[in-house]
């Protein structure tokens, strides 16, 4: 069974970021959790991407992600095999 790798952006200054994890995906099971300005980030080529509801509506934008409240991202966090923060 593959790895659950999970990352956590919560910037959008971090060109590698997007990079790293999308190669990742190619061995593991990889999902993205966009917090503060991160929600701004486009993310490609990444089946599950996640991103903090309240952190999407103070920006006033919408994405194409699943939007989680904070007792979801709780769950996300402690379901991971790994969490990489950026």
Request: net charge negative; hydrophobic share 45%; charged share 30%.
């Amino acid at each position: 069974m593959p790895k659950k790798i999970l990352h956590v952006l919560k910037s959008r200054q971090d060109p590698y970021a997007v990079e790293i994890l999308e190669e990742q995906a190619a061995g593991a099971e990889v999902s993205v959790l966009l917090l503060h300005d991160a929600v701004l980030t486009p993310v490609e080529g990444i089946e599950k991407v996640y991103a903090c509801r309240d952190d999407v509506e103070a920006r006033g934008k919408s994405i194409t992600g699943e939007l989680v409240d904070y007792d979801a991202i709780v769950s996300l966090l402690l379901e991971a095999d790994a969490v990489i923060c950026w």
